[in-house]
């Protein structure tokens, strides 16, 4: 079967340069859909597997909520979202959920002469933008945290997401664990009855309007940040001290996480403690059937996110993607192992 598969593999479908989506139109053996926030790593990896196996992976970059309800509906191998599923979901649903890797969202604003990194927030402030309490560049409580910095008396034009997005969650999440106010009047969830702002789709379309839009503030996952060349917020952490997004800071946040504490390895790490935290430090994970309808098409997905957890840290370290701690991707392939099987009760997968 794995011949026959291998035989019909067909090239990798990769990213538009300019919106970074995988062309539907290219056939591959390995079908998944999902969220975008760790998009650019799984085209990078997938690049690097094709070359290595000749199989070719197909990631339709359309959002946590489109991957979850494709999943559901059984026309891809796998589905992936920053969200990740409640255990009495996974149960009923039949589903396994595991962590792929991790990475940091990031505030990006367009702001005339301000460059990278200069603009600092704290979690109230950014709140209270996307929550339309704050409207002007120039309100004091930017001010305050941005004393050497000449704020513009500018109108902000706050840009989020327009479709179902675990970015979107991981965001509110955060928002809401710092403001009583977005929590009450906005809450936690992957869509939201957004009080203010535009929407765009994906961490690509956040990107793209931002980096149109004078005076915008969005929120995306740091590789889209860097590859867009976008304007990025320092922030005020839990513990109270200025950092910056960067690899080490996503892992300092993901230090002391309990990933065997949540069904399905789900653990939010927003807000974490840690001098050196990123506040908005995420995970996202991939979801499979225990006992898939194509057990071959899922035979040889495993086999691809085997292959990244072994080979694809340093690609996903030159992204400033964290990869997922050795001890938990040795209880992850221990799981595959134990719970994801054929039609005959034969795991899929042979731990090492």
Not at 53 to 75: C, F, R
Not at 174 to 196: H, Q, R
Not at 322 to 329: H, K, L, M, R
């Amino acid at each position: 079967m794995r011949h026959l598969i291998r035989s019909a593999a067909v090239a990798i479908a990769m990213a538009a340069a300019s919106t970074l989506t995988l062309s539907a139109a290219m056939a591959a053996d390995i079908s998944g859909a999902g969220a975008t926030f760790p998009y650019p790593i799984y085209a990078k990896w997938a690049d690097a597997y094709k070359k290595e196996t000749g199989i070719g992976l197909n990631y339709q970059s359309i959002g946590s909520g489109g991957g979850i309800k494709q999943i559901k509906a059984k026309t891809v191998t796998f589905g992936a979202s920053d969200a990740p599923l409640k255990g009495e979901d996974l149960e009923s649903t039949g589903l396994a959920q595991f962590p792929m890797v991790m990475g940091g969202i990031v505030p990006v604003v367009n702001l005339e002469g301000i460059k990278p990194g200069e603009l600092v927030l704290d979690g109230p402030t950014l709140a209270d933008i996307f929550v339309g309490k704050i409207t002007n560049w120039n309100d004091a409580a930017i001010a305050k945290l941005n004393p050497d910095v000449k704020l513009p008396d500018q109108a902000i034009a706050v840009v989020h997401r327009s479709d179902g997005s675990g970015t979107t969650f991981n965001f509110s999440y955060y928002l809401a664990d710092v403001s009583a106010d977005w929590k009450s009047k906005v809450g936690v969830n992957t869509a939201l009855e957004w009080p203010v702002g535009i929407g765009a789709k994906g961490n690509e379309g956040v990107a793209n309007n931002v980096s149109q839009t004078g005076g915008s503030i969005g929120y995306v996952e740091y590789a889209y940040a860097k590859q867009n060349k976008l304007t990025y917020a320092d922030m005020i952490n839990k513990d109270g001290k200025k950092v910056e997004p960067t690899a080490a800071a996503f892992s300092a946040a993901a230090a002391n996480a309990d990933w065997s504490s949540q069904p399905g390895y789900g653990v939010i790490l927003a807000n974490q403690p840690g001098a050196e935290s990123w506040p908005m430090t995420s995970a996202t994970w991939i979801l499979v059937y225990k006992k898939p309808g194509d057990v071959a098409a899922t035979g040889e997905a495993l086999k691809f996110f085997a292959w990244s957890y072994a080979k694809g840290d340093d690609m996903a370290g030159a992204l400033d993607y964290v990869p997922i701690p050795d001890a938990v991707v040795k209880s992850v392939e221990d799981m595959w192992a134990k719970d994801i099987v054929g039609e005959d009760g034969k795991p899929l997968y042979s731990a090492m």
